[in-house]
């Protein structure tokens, strides 16, 4: 099969999506598949138009990629994607309107409230936030991913200079009660079933599971499956798979979850890209369900190849 992967892009986690293209372009071609990496540039419509491609795998995060832009490019071509469509990407994305999306339908989402960053931020304003979700607050850009831009802020000052951080990198910010407790993820896979992948609980080196942390080896560990008590573990799967399934998403997500010590799972956001690198989450939980990585991007390519064809009608290619 003859198959494009897109790559790198121009979001902040460019060199991330770098990495989890040359991945998946190398499960793919050890599967037998004649694989293109593509960057998203300018030149991007052109070659994905005139290249015959199959399918592509959508390797990019963050905006530009993960966002329901290049799905949109994509149904415009009207080339088979992995991943979510227009719709469900865009959503995701914006971790504001996913909250109350996921709030609406009962999952339990820490408050939050959105402002939006034009200059400076007024001294009363902060005092306001610290006095309605107390301290530390989680700071962060509503439209970003990989922890960019986010603070755990566990004083005023912090909290203003939280704010002028995450507002260089999105004018929209999220202010939100932080969830004390195990943070764990929890991979979703939808080819097109649905099935859960095991919970992995995540323990950083650095204080917060933070860019760093994320994507230099050794500085943080995967444990699979958390340690938490099983109803704990039960209660977190089914509110990824809620999660996943009333943002409308397909092929692939991961949900970021904290238990805390009762026993609830607090959702924190859903990925439609997650990183597919060689030191990433969902990698390593679809081993941990006995799902090799060349086997998750072959299920993923299936799967954008049917919905394609399905979508179009019979006879297309």
């Keep these: ?14 060199e991330v999506s770098l990495r989890s293209g040359e991945q998946v372009a190398k499960a793919l071609r050890a599967r037998g598949h004649d694989v293109t990496p593509v960057d998203l540039d300018g030149g991007t419509w052109n070659v994905l138009r005139d290249g015959a491609f199959e399918c592509v795998f959508n390797a990019l995060h963050g905006r530009l990629g993960e ?12 080339l088979a994607y992995t991943g979510s ?13 996913a909250a109350k999306v996921m709030r609406g339908v009962g999952l339990d989402v820490p408050e939050f409230e959105e402002l939006e960053i034009k200059e400076g931020v007024a001294a009363d304003v902060v005092e306001g936030l610290v006095a309605r979700f107390g301290l530390p607050v989680v700071v962060k850009p509503v439209r970003e991913g990989s922890t960019i831009g986010l603070t755990i802020a566990k004083d005023v000052d912090a909290v203003a200079s939280g704010l002028v951080l995450a ?9 939100q009660r932080f969830a004390s407790g195990t943070e764990i993820t929890i991979g979703v896979l939808a080819t097109p079933e649905i099935q859960v992948l095991p919970t992995l609980e995540i323990v950083s080196d650095n204080p ?11 500085k943080s560990h995967h444990i699979i499956p958390a340690r938490i008590p099983e109803a704990a573990r039960a209660a977190a799967s089914d509110a990824a798979a809620r999660a996943f399934t009333e943002l409308g ?3 692939m997500a991961r949900v970021d979850i904290i238990v805390d010590a009762d026993g609830t799972p607090w959702v924190l956001e859903v990925n439609t890209v997650p990183g597919l690198t060689e030191l990433s989450l969902l990698p390593d939980a679809a081993r941990a369900a006995g799902i090799a990585f060349d086997e998750l991007c072959q299920r993923l390519v299936d799967h954008a190849v049917g919905r394609h064809r399905r979508h179009v009608g019979p006879g297309a290619k």
């Design 67 to 78: 966002d329901g832009t290049v799905q949109g490019m994509l149904e415009l071509l009207g």
């Design 208 to 218: 917060v599971y933070d860019y760093d942390a994320k994507y230099t080896a050794g």
């Design 1 to 14: 099969m003859k198959l494009a992967v897109l790559r790198g892009g121009k979001s902040a986690e460019r």
């Design 85 to 97: 469509g227009v719709l469900a990407s865009a959503l995701c994305m914006d971790k504001s309107r």
């Design 249 to 251: 998403c397909s092929g």
């Design 167 to 175: 507002g260089r990198y999105d004018r929209r910010v999220l202010v």
